[in-house]
């Protein structure tokens, strides 16, 4: 899979960030989309290959595999990637839509374009919401699919058409584990750089807000 598009959202997106949005984008690439692809998409390559299970009935070690893994982790940590990131779209979108509303009045209608106030403040806390919302909804999701963070050495299938309860080895479990805890660290680290950013945000344009209808006032 090609990550470039990603990769153009995110050097796109650091343009009109501030600094703790800057930090967040570099995370995500460097800690997170950098290491998914150089080390993390290698682990799991073969898992189910790799799955085995103490007996040799027919689909039984299919049908094993998918009742303990209903979404592979790295399938599912990509698609936590790419939904994480989309939201800085509307960032870009809401820009371009700036600079052509320009063009085509031709004249000077924002100070500057990628400045984050008024609509493009609104829309960029949205984003930042929707990417803590998603960060947030997929940190539960694998805690659920998975019954928690944590990669198993053994486990114990009893499913159909198994005869009975076998047992089950998964491939590199140590490795997995060392991974899957990386990627909930990284992904705890970027909801408290959303958050943060919200924050300051926040707390920024009511203080802006305070002081202009206090000097308003007084003159």
């Not at 995110?10 to 600094?19: F, P």
């Not at 997170?32 to 009935?57: M, P, T």
Request: proline content about 4%; aromatic content about 14%; overall charge positive.
């Amino acid at each position: 899979m090609s990550w470039g598009f990603l990769r153009d959202l995110l050097s796109g997106v650091n343009k009109y960030s501030t600094g703790v949005g800057r930090i967040w984008v570099a995370v995500v690439f460097v800690f997170r989309l950098l290491v998914y692809i150089a080390a993390a998409e290698n682990i799991w390559k073969y898992e189910h290959d790799e799955f085995e299970c103490n007996i040799r009935q027919p689909g039984c070690e299919n049908v094993c595999f998918d009742h303990f893994f209903p979404i592979s982790h790295i399938r599912l940590w990509a698609l936590q990637l790419i939904m994480v990131s989309t939201p800085s779209l509307l960032v870009v979108f809401h820009v371009a839509y700036r600079e052509n509303r320009e063009k085509r009045h031709n004249q000077k209608l924002y100070r500057n374009p990628g400045e984050i106030d008024g609509g493009l403040l609104c829309t960029y806390l949205i984003s930042l919401i929707l990417k803590t919302g998603f960060e947030i909804v997929f940190l539960v999701l694998f805690y659920k699919l998975y019954n928690g963070f944590k990669v198993p050495h053994l486990v114990k299938c009893d499913v159909r058409p198994c005869p009975n309860t076998v047992d089950c080895y998964i491939s590199k479990p140590t490795e997995k584990m060392i991974f899957l805890c990386f990627l909930v660290a990284t992904s705890c680290l970027c909801i408290v750089l959303n958050l943060s950013e919200l924050s300051y945000l926040i707390f920024k344009y009511s203080i802006k807000c305070y002081l202009k209808r206090y000097i308003q006032k007084h003159q």
